[in-house]
């Protein structure tokens, strides 16, 4: 995460790379790996 004066918030990159110019509506944070099967039943739009 990245947090510089002007408060933008930048979270999987390095300060140098360009930003990610568009919005998220939904961010899901696990404390280990999820397998490819739960990634593809959380992806399923409902």
């Given at each position: 995460?990245?947090?510089?004066?002007?408060?933008?918030?930048?979270?999987?990159?390095?300060?140098?790379?360009?930003?990610?110019?568009?919005?998220?509506?939904?961010?899901?944070?696990?404390?280990?790996?999820?397998?490819?099967?739960?990634v593809?039943?959380?992806?399923?739009?409902?």
């Open positions: 995460m990245y947090l510089p004066k002007a408060r933008t918030f930048s979270f999987g990159v390095n300060w140098w790379n360009p930003a990610f110019k568009c919005a998220i509506d939904e961010l899901n944070i696990f404390e280990c790996a999820l397998p490819p099967s739960q593809a039943e959380l992806a399923e739009v409902k």
